[in-house]
């Protein structure tokens, strides 16, 4: 079965500390990435995604993704980050060609002054 | 763009009760799904559309719910007989784009609504 896992459920850091937040997919086929934010108070948006090509990809306020195939993962990174960037984070993924969308559970990320 | 619309906001009713949400998408947008969320977990999915086809419903997902959308515009999501598990967030999400309009499948992504909160007592 199409599965997502982010086997962090919460982090804590301080400002200007990096960040990686891990994410694992179990699909049959070509896939498509995602990863979604939710800041306090606001819907879900998309931060970044993966289709194909470079396997790293930038997304915004500084964030950044990689796609590893061997590894079935797609961890999300920051090199320092910032109060504001306090929000839960879903990892997301689809099979190419389709648009049924699968999300992880979620990380809550809490970003300390 | 005025946003996906979810009405409404929160919804409080008794055990047995039947519910319904309405959800407007992006009007632009071909695509329409709904979620549900609870506390500590990720979206998970229940159904989604394209234009007025359901294409996709969730195993999981209980013959008490059901989905529509008549029209390909704005969809309704009703839960019969509710049960205290029922309670949760219900998201709406819509992507894509209407037919004859230039796009590329790479520029899709989901755009989320605020939910339906609902507490079934």
């Known amino acids: 079965a199409q599965s997502v896992s982010q086997h962090n459920h919460h982090v804590i850091l301080s400002e200007a500390a990096s960040l990686e937040l891990g994410c694992n997919y179990s699909?049959?086929?070509?896939?498509?990435l995602f990863w979604y934010v939710q800041y306090p108070g606001q819907h879900l948006q998309l931060l970044l995604k993966y289709f194909s090509g470079d396997p790293l990809v930038k997304g915004i306020k500084g964030f950044e993704a990689e796609f590893i195939k061997s590894k079935f993962s797609f961890n999300l990174r920051k090199p320092s980050v910032q109060w504001s960037d306090t929000a839960e984070y879903f990892c997301a993924a689809s099979n190419s060609g389709t648009y049924k969308y699968i999300f992880g559970t979620g990380t809550r990320l809490k970003v300390l002054a | 763009d005025t946003g996906v619309s979810q009405d409404p906001r929160h919804k409080i009713t008794k055990r047995g009760q039947n519910v319904t949400f309405r959800c407007d998408p992006i009007?632009?947008?071909?695509?329409l799904y709904w979620y549900r969320q609870t506390l500590g977990q990720g979206p998970e999915f229940l159904t989604y559309f394209q234009n007025e086809a359901q294409l996709e419903k969730s195993r999981l997902l209980s013959d008490r719910f059901s989905a529509e959308r008549p029209k390909g515009s704005f969809s309704t999501l009703e839960i019969q007989r509710t049960e205290q598990g029922d309670s949760a967030m219900y998201l709406c999400a819509s992507s894509g784009w209407k037919q004859g309009a230039p796009v590329k499948s790479t520029n899709e992504k989901l755009f989320f609504g605020s939910g339906t909160q609902l507490s079934v007592l």
């Open positions: 699909y049959g086929g070509t896939v498509n």
């Open positions: 009007s632009e947008h071909n695509r």
